[in-house]
């Protein structure tokens, strides 16, 4: 079974920037691509970034697009999504999901196992 433990989340004015990370433990797979998405209260899942397995192809949503960053650390089992130029409709919490396989995936259903998410609000 894969886990992942996020952290990084909190509250932050508007304009300011956050830094969420999660990191995989006891991973089943040798490859495996990582992902953000977020759900804000009576509100769909939404897709935020992802990136595959090897770091060089990364994909954004369109409301986060130019503001957000993921990145992974593979040597430590790590993703990151650098928040920055934050808004109050970026309020929601925040999951890190693993996909296996070396592609990024941009869907829910692509990915087989989520943390535990992480609050994320972001005050006018």
């Known amino acids: 079974q894969e886990h992942l433990v996020e952290s990084g989340g909190g509250l932050v004015q508007a304009g300011g920037s956050l830094r969420l990370s999660c990191v995989v433990s006891g991973p089943t797979f040798s490859t495996y691509s990582m992902g953000w998405f977020r759900q804000g209260p009576g509100k769909e899942r939404e897709f935020v970034a992802a990136i595959n397995w090897s770091g060089d192809s990364t994909y954004y949503g369109d409301s986060v697009k130019g503001r957000f960053t993921i990145s992974r650390d593979d040597s430590q089992n790590t993703v990151h999504l650098q928040m920055n130029g934050l808004k109050p409709e970026d309020t929601a919490v925040y999951y890190c999901?693993?996909?296996?396989?070396?592609?990024?995936?941009?869907?829910?259903?692509?990915?087989?196992?989520w943390g535990q998410g992480t609050q994320v609000t972001v005050s006018a």
């Open positions: 999901a693993l996909s296996a396989g070396t592609r990024a995936r941009v869907t829910t259903g692509l990915y087989s196992y």
